[in-house]
């Protein structure tokens, strides 16, 4: 049950996070979405109380870009709440063809999709271990199969492809949802879950951003895209389903289990992409 428990949705003023955030709200939850945009953010905090008849429902504002912002954030949720039951890293971007760089220096997608979600779920992790049951959710996508990670360029000084950096962003969700796994059981927290998760091609506002080409491509996909509706179901699934509870580490589609399958998903590249991250946030982490 996830009546009453303290739920963070980070990108939840649109697209998936917005239908997740909601039906957690219906479901009873305490929900937190964090956006960037503050009037989008007040609208969407209005609808979703319209429909879920849950006044539970409140805002933190950050741009995911910003290292600063996220321990800005992080700072003050834990100034202002007890526990975190459930995590949903959520928030992604993929730009279009140039590439653009973070106020720290690190290639946008890389900062956004990356660094961010491991930084927050760093800064958070001792209110999730107040929670009786806490689990993290992160979106990942079936991209992770493009992915041609390079730790010698992970910020992709050299090479830069937009493709290319959502991608490898995608496959970085997954190894640290393995990592972070594995890392928390071995220290004792095995009470603690968390599962990477493919919403699907989604019709969201990713087709309306991109730019150039990749706009072309979603055009071409957009008969196969499905909608938000059903892009949410996994993540809300792993969130909010007792059941669940019993997978760890693990990557998930239509509320099912996925094999990943890609040479550069192993432990010994994900144990080091989670000290590379470390370095690159400057936050220790397990």
């Excluded at 996508?141 to 490898?168: L, W």
């Excluded at 059941?243 to 192993?266: E, R, S, W």
């Excluded at 010994?268 to 220790?284: D, F, H, I, T, Y």
């Amino acid at each position: 049950m996830i009546e009453n428990k303290i739920c963070l949705v980070t990108g939840a003023t649109s697209g998936i996070g917005e239908v997740t955030a909601r039906e957690l709200a219906r479901q009873g939850a305490h929900v937190v979405l964090l956006a960037r945009n503050e009037a989008k953010a007040a609208q969407v905090q209005q609808e979703i109380k319209r429909i879920s008849g849950n006044d539970k429902v409140d805002v933190l504002l950050a741009d995911l870009s910003s290292l600063e912002q996220v321990r800005q954030v992080a700072a003050t949720f834990n100034s202002s709440y007890p526990r975190l039951d459930v995590l949903v890293n959520n928030a992604g971007l993929l730009l279009g063809s140039e590439r653009q760089v973070s106020a720290d220096g690190y290639e946008q997608t890389l900062a956004v999709n990356h660094l961010a979600p491991f930084l927050l779920t760093s800064l958070l992790f001792p209110k999730l271990l107040q929670s009786r049951e806490p689990r993290i959710v992160n979106v990942a996508s079936e991209a992770y199969r493009a992915a041609k990670p390079d730790f010698n360029d992970i910020n992709m000084d050299q090479r830069y492809s937009a493709v290319r950096a959502y991608s490898n962003s995608k496959l970085y969700n997954i190894l640290f949802t393995r990592e972070l796994a594995r890392r928390a059981q071995e220290q004792g927290h095995t009470h603690l879950v968390t599962n990477a998760v493919h919403p699907g091609v989604v019709a969201s506002n990713f087709s309306v951003s991109a730019g150039g080409w990749l706009h072309f491509v979603f055009k071409l996909l957009s008969p196969f895209s499905i909608s938000s509706e059903k892009g949410a179901q996994t993540s809300i699934y792993l969130a909010s389903e007792p059941a669940a509870d019993k997978y760890n580490g693990q990557y998930f589609a239509k509320k099912k289990l996925k094999p990943v399958k890609h040479a550069f998903a192993t432990p010994e590249n994900a144990a080091r992409l989670w000290e590379v991250s470390e370095k690159l946030v400057g936050e220790k982490f397990l």
